[in-house]
T-cell receptor, first 113, second 113 residues
Framework: KQEVTQIPAALSVPEGENLVLNCSFTDSAIYNLQWFRQDPGKGLTSLLLIQSSQREQTSGRLNASLDKSSGRSTLYIAASQPGDSATYLCASLGGSTLGRLYFGRGTQLTVWP | NAGVTQTPKFQVLKTGQSMTLQCAQDMNHEYMSWYRQDPGMGLRLIHYSVGAGITDQGEVPNGYNVSRSTTEDFPLRLLSAAPSQTSVYFC????????????FGPGTRLLVL
């Protein structure tokens, strides 16, 4: 069974810092990997999707990388802002169940002014 | 587009009661799914559907029923609520197979007493 781990569980940084969130997965036979953002009491918002054949994806200040062979993905956030404060979830898609996402427990990010 | 909508936002049930959590999407997506989110755990797949009339079980299907009579709607039924079903429930959809970006609803918070 796929296990997805996110480190750290929580992170608190001052505004303006560049930061890296880590995600690891045990089964490298994934179809893709997705990063989501979840605000308190809200649903999940998709940030980036990396296909298994890709190495990275970028959207604005966000950059996600994927290394299937080592079972790792990172989400890089440049020039962090207080509005980036949220929980970030990574999820791998694969296995025999169509469309099933395996989620990590998330990294709770706080960016203070 | 409203995207993925869920009702109700919050519900309190007594053990043994039944209820239906509603999910609808207006993006003409074929794939829809239900997840539950519990503290300290990643989201887990309950049921999914690859199109009208087609449903299948996910990781934690016991105690839940689904049906898909239209492309737009994918209700989740709790037959006889138990305290272990206290959770936040999220509905998600994606265009075709679930292997694309998945779009999540705002969630339904359920408390079973």
């Amino acid at each position: 069974k796929q296990e997805v781990t996110q480190i750290p569980a929580a992170l608190s940084v001052p505004e303006g810092e560049n930061l890296v969130l880590n995600c690891s997965f045990t089964d490298s036979a994934i179809y893709n990997l997705q990063w989501f953002r979840q605000d308190p009491g809200k649903g999940l918002t998709s940030l980036l999707l990396i296909q298994s054949s890709q190495r990275e994806q970028t959207s604005g200040r966000l950059n996600a990388s994927l290394d299937k062979s080592s079972g790792r993905s990172t989400l890089y956030i440049a020039a962090s802002q207080p509005g980036d404060s949220a929980t970030y979830l990574c999820a791998s898609l694969g296995g025999s169940t169509l469309g099933r996402l395996y989620f990590g427990r998330g990294t709770q990010l706080t960016v203070w002014p | 587009n409203a995207g993925v909508t869920q009702t109700p936002k919050f519900q309190v049930l007594k053990t043994g009661q039944s209820m239906t959590l509603q999910c609808a999407q207006d993006m003409n997506h074929e794939y829809m799914s239900w997840y539950r989110q519990d503290p300290g755990m990643g989201l887990r797949l309950i049921h999914y559907s690859v199109g009208a009339g087609i449903t299948d079980q996910g990781e934690v299907p016991n105690g839940y029923n689904v049906s898909r009579s239209t492309t737009e709607d994918f209700p989740l039924r709790l037959l006889s609520a138990a305290p272990s079903q206290t959770s936040v429930y999220f509905c998600a959809s994606s265009p075709r197979t679930g292997r694309e970006t998945q779009y999540f609803g705002p969630g339904t918070r359920l408390l079973v007493l």
